[in-house]
């Protein structure tokens, strides 16, 4: 939950060493400008913590000593300011988000063009398919072509139809979210179907290792992360010429730098494009369901049909409104003043997105839902020179999932069995959103019948 790096995530929460919002306030040492409350909590949902603490400061100091940034305008002027906000907080190589300066425009020059609209719209027929095909193995149950029995599937959740008038129970994170980032990524990569499974046990265990923030267990999925890209890189160095033509071989010969990129510079570029990501789009199809299902209005508004652009619209605030993509780090190159605190250089900051999101100085009522008044502050992919890349990619395949959800279910509903249960630190959003799928004609054969 965060520009998608696996080193990054873990020091989005795991490194904060948290402390309870109401614990007294920490002194500063080295810090001038007076006592901040301290951030964040263990075990707790990020997203109720930066409530809690905002609306008395717009800045927080974890234990182990980073700035936490809360408020909108201080998360904006230094997300704008990339020379004292320094991205070069990791001593591993991240491509492009742990670069500053010319270095880091260079490799945005080169990652930019894979996501222009042009090419979104030529791949969304494609991820339109991995959505209904997705769809239909909701309705049926069935479990996947590389044999994972969704968690919702037989055991818990039976033939998800009893007692439940048709409909079907799933988790629509792990079940729905997860499996369908994969599915999307891979395709948009040319990965093999066969990585499915690895990846969906990949980011199982890569969620528990940020979780548990112990730094022997990140170092573990991320090197298991490296081997699956090689996995993928050396059958097409040995086919040469032969090699499907695909996005990764289009990277693999990108010479835009004025050569091609370097083993580790590839492997970088290709774990920032799935490693978080995948983990960042099931997270934020939790969010979308779970709002879906408090929002029935909504959801039929969405069914009845809206253009696309007024569904990215929806969606964009949905995720404002619960933006699990909490935080980015930075690093001061010299003394500067936040918020009337004076850093020294050399502070370690947190920009927290889901925080300046809810800013009630941004925003008024934070969970007011409005679209388009939104729109211009929101930064659910975040701002400045860093801002997300992989947006286009992102909005088109969380659109088209929803899209194809609606039109496959004629209700969502929550299940009755089981709460939606927040995540906890340093992950944003809901770890388990249990749903009931009711299929479009189910419901139809259920009014004609009734
Ligand atoms: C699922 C929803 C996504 C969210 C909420 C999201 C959010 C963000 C945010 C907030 C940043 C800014 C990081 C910073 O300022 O340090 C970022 C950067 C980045 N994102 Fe995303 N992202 C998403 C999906 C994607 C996808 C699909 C890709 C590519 C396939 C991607 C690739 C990147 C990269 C490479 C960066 C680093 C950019 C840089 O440092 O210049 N993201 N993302």
């Not at 997860?178 to 990846?199: D, H, I, M, N, Y």
Request: hydrophobic share 40%.
């Amino acid at each position: 939950m965060s520009s998608h790096s696996l080193d990054e995530q873990t020091a989005n929460g795991a490194e904060e060493a948290p402390a309870h919002p109401s614990a007294p306030a920490a002194d500063l040492p080295g810090l001038a400008g007076g006592s901040l409350p301290e951030f964040p909590v263990p075990s707790s949902d990020p997203r109720a913590i930066a409530d809690a603490i905002r609306p008395d400061s717009g800045l927080a100091l974890s234990s182990t000593g980073t700035v936490v940034l809360l408020r909108h305008a201080e998360v904006v002027a230094a997300a704008h300011d990339a020379v004292t906000f320094s991205s070069g907080v990791s001593r591993h190589l991240q491509l492009p988000n742990g670069l500053d300066g010319d270095e880091h425009t260079a490799f945005r020059r080169l990652i930019d063009p894979y996501f222009t609209p042009d090419r979104m719209a030529e791949l969304e027929p494609v991820i339109r398919e991995v959505a209904r095909e997705l769809c239909a193995e909701l309705v049926t149950g069935q479990d996947d072509s590389a044999g994972n029995a969704p968690s919702g599937a037989a055991g818990a959740g039976g033939s998800h139809s009893a007692g439940t008038g048709g409909a079907r129970r799933w988790d629509a994170v792990s079940d729905i979210g997860a499996r369908f980032a994969v599915r999307a990524q891979t395709r948009w990569l040319g990965w093999p179907s066969s990585l499915e499974p690895v990846l969906l046990d990949w980011m199982a265990d890569n969620q528990a290792a940020t979780r548990s923030g112990r730094g022997e267990d990140t170092a573990e999925v991320a090197h298991r992360f490296d081997a699956i890209i090689r996995s993928v890189l050396d059958p097409r160095r040995a086919a040469g010429a032969q090699a499907p033509e695909d996005v990764t071989t289009e990277l693999m010969c990108d010479e835009s730098l004025g050569r091609p990129l370097r083993e580790e510079e590839l492997v970088s570029i290709l774990r920032n494009w799935t490693g978080g990501d995948l983990g960042s789009i099931a997270l934020c199809v939790g969010v979308i369901l779970q709002h879906l299902v408090e929002h029935p209005e909504l959801q039929e508004r969405v069914r009845s049909g809206v253009s696309a652009a007024e569904l990215d619209a929806i969606i964009d605030e949905i995720l404002r409104i619960d933006d699990p993509f909490v935080a980015n780090r930075r690093i001061t190159t010299c003394p500067v003043s936040v918020g009337g605190v004076r850093l020294p250089a050399g502070q370690r900051v947190v920009l927290n997105w889901t925080s300046a999101n809810r800013d009630e100085l941004e925003f008024g009522d934070p969970n007011a839902f409005d679209p388009h008044g939104s729109a211009e502050s929101n930064l659910v992919y975040g701002t400045g020179k860093h801002v997300c890349p992989g947006r286009p990619l992102a909005t088109m395949e969380l659109r088209v999932l929803v899209e194809e959800i609606t039109s496959a279910f004629s209700l969502i509903t929550p299940a009755p069995d089981a709460d939606a249960q927040r995540s906890v630190t340093p992950v944003g959003g809901y770890s388990s959103v249990p749903v009931l799928l009711m299929p479009a004609q189910d419901r139809r054969s259920a009014i004609t019948c009734g």
